[in-house]
């Protein structure tokens, strides 16, 4: 991508868009980019070009508007981090990883709801609502398996399953919800549970940390990457959105490997033991009662 990313930002030697209005003419010309020569090296398909380009000119928009505003909602005190992750940094992940649809994203709080079942059946409560803290979204995709990868922001997290701690909403503890909820789906299917895993993309402020979660007779939480955004400069000039753009194709190129390296290891390992097929849920069912018609009573 590095052909449309000189187009909008100029080269390391020749400097950037001197303004604004320079930066926004690059952008409308943005789509009118020839593409490069294609190799067979490259990590997209030959006609997924216009996609890439859509995808970084929704990202670079985003903020172009930001700062054309009269009042750049990036600068004002009221920016909370919520605003800032779903409004500007979530758009730069979410059509790269599902660019060629290897990941479908619907989001919303499909973890927090995973973690909530186990929490009520665990502890015969009934939660009505989740927090907005507890509030996280979730990038799920499938082929032939169901993957799960999980975008979460929040604080720090706890690695130990087993700690009373973990069964807070920490990102560990979602993505283990996750695969056992996705595990559930895949058993009362009649389906292989066994090759299931769960990819964790955790953001805190800038920083954005790539973990992986499986299940060999016991849990595994594998640290994977972790990188910076930064995207905190209060001008567009100084914006270094060049970076976190290039990051973003590379948590891409990450997800990517990371799902054919597990692909080909279950495909070629065969004499590797199988995980039994997943014990689900027992819930206790109870007769419902028969209803009696209500008898109307007079006054005397």
């Not at 194709?249 to 199988?274: C, P, T, Y």
């Amino acid at each position: 991508i590095e052909s449309l990313l000189d187009h909008l930002f100029g080269k390391f030697d020749k400097g950037r868009p001197a303004n604004l209005l320079q930066a926004r003419n690059l952008w409308y010309t943005l789509r009118s980019l020839p593409a490069p020569k294609y190799s067979d090296n490259f990590s997209y398909n030959e006609d997924e070009w216009k996609k890439i380009q859509c995808w970084v000119e929704q990202a670079v928009g985003q903020f172009l508007d930001a700062f054309e505003s009269s009042r750049n909602p990036l600068q004002q005190s009221g920016c909370h981090e919520h605003e800032w992750f779903h409004g500007y940094v979530i758009p730069i992940f979410q059509k790269a990883l599902a660019l060629d649809s290897t990941c479908y994203v619907p989001w919303g709080e499909v973890s927090v709801l995973a973690s909530q079942r186990r929490r009520n059946h665990n502890k015969d409560v009934c939660i009505e609502k989740v927090e907005r803290a507890h509030m996280a979204d979730m990038l799920c995709s499938y082929e032939q398996y169901e993957l799960v990868c999980g975008l979460s922001c929040g604080g720090p997290h706890f690695y130990d399953l087993t700690k009373l701690s973990s069964d807070e909403f920490g990102l560990p503890r979602m993505m283990k919800d996750m695969l056992d909820d996705i595990r559930l789906k895949f058993h009362c299917a009649s389906k292989d549970e066994s090759q299931l895993y769960v990819l964790g993309l955790q953001t805190y402020m800038t920083e954005i940390r790539i973990y992986l979660m499986d299940r060999c007779e016991v849990y595994r939480l594998h640290f994977v990457k972790t990188i910076t955004l930064p995207l905190t400069f209060p001008a567009y000039r100084n914006l270094n959105l060049r970076t976190a753009l290039k990051w973003a194709w590379n948590v891409r190129g990450i997800v990517k490997e990371l799902i054919k390296e597990i692909e080909k290891d279950s495909d070629d390992d065969d004499d590797r033991v199988k995980t039994p097929l997943y014990e689900p849920l027992i819930m206790p069912t109870q007769d419902t009662p028969k209803k009696v018609p209500k008898k109307r009573v007079t006054k005397k």
